[in-house]
Structures are given as C-alpha cells and as structure tokens.
C-alpha cells in the first residue's frame, strides 16, 4: 500500500458551476475509500518565494492506493483535466531523510571554514 499526493491546478479564471460541482461531488465519491486526507475547503494558501513561479496549487488530496497505477486512475478522472486542469500525483514516504554521504563531507567541510 503506497501514499500519493494529488496536486490540484484549476484552470486560469476557473468559475465554478453546478455541472463542475456535480462532477467534482462524483469524483469525491469514488475517491472516498482511499482518501486519507485533503485541502479544508476554507484552507488559505501561504506563499514564500517569487509570486511569478509556477502558478500555485489550489487544493490537495492524500490518497491511500495498493499501488501507483490505482492512484493514476484515481487521479486522471479529475473532472477539471477536461476543462484545462492540471493534476500533480506524488508519492509520499515516511522514510527518514538523509544527506548522501558525498554531500555530508562537503557540508562538514564548509563547517569548519
């Protein structure tokens, strides 16, 4: 069992619809059982960096999948990729990170400069 984020991208002056909502209701649904978690519907966003850069996400998803095939699937039925959308999936680790060794030397070595 993997877990993947979904990054959504709405389409540039995207206004919603009862027929966008009725498709992203339906999408919701099938997502349920291997949802574990998304975007609060009120969430802000907070941004650091240059506000020119890739255009900023508007909501996410975490999904739990047996693999990545069945989160691809999940994700292509977006209903807003039909409407200039953009979905990111990624999978997520809980594994800890470290530097590789090579990078580890060169970090000690600017430490003692």
Do not use: C
Not at 19 to 25: N, Q, V
Not at 83 to 91: M, N, Q
């Amino acid at each position: 069992m993997g877990t993947y984020l979904f990054v959504h991208h709405f389409p540039k002056g995207f206004q919603g619809s009862p027929e966008t909502a009725a498709a992203a209701t339906a999408w919701f649904q099938r997502l349920e059982p291997n949802l574990a978690g998304r975007t609060p519907p009120t969430a802000m966003p907070r941004q650091f960096g240059d506000p020119g850069a890739e255009p900023v996400p508007s909501a996410y998803e975490v999904i739990s999948a047996d693999d990545e095939a069945v989160a691809m699937n999940l994700a292509k039925a977006w209903p807003l990729l039909t409407r200039g959308g953009r979905i990111e999936v990624r999978e997520l680790t809980t594994e800890k990170f470290t530097l590789p060794e090579s990078s580890r030397a060169v970090t000690a070595e600017q430490n003692t400069r």
